[in-house]
């Protein structure tokens, strides 16, 4: 396992220009980092890491992912507005689509092989989407 200490050491050095990154989200398939503040970007980081072997993908701009996962096909995020939206992994730029509005999102974005989860405060409960 790499740490986050060695991750942005070799992965972020000198290729993401604020020091507002947070890890969202690491699964089977990346490492999704996100600048919720400056540039609100959101990055992947594929998996193997491989320590030095280059700077992170940005996948979008100008919207600040507070909550993020990837499954084999597609990256998902939920911005500081309450919008989830999902993405092509290989071409995220391109294909951005909304998948709902006004989420208020506590905690993560889960995932199983049909449906997204998240928690929510008021009024508390956990919601599902179909992907």
Known sequence: MVS???LWRAQLAGAVTTAAITILDANAQSV????MFDSKTLY???LPIGLGSGA????VSGTAANVATEDASNVYWID??????KCSAANC???KIIITNGQQVIG???QDATY???GTASPSQIVRVAK
């Not at 500081?80 to 939206?85: E, H, I, M, Q």
């Open 4 to 6: 986050t200490r060695r």
């Open 32 to 35: 999704l980092l996100s600048d």
């Open 44 to 46: 992947r980081v594929p």
């Open 56 to 59: 992170p993908t940005m996948l």
């Open 80 to 85: 500081s507005g309450g919008t989830l939206y």
């Open 93 to 95: 730029a391109g294909t």
């Open 108 to 110: 993560r974005l889960f």
């Open 116 to 118: 997204l989860y998240w």
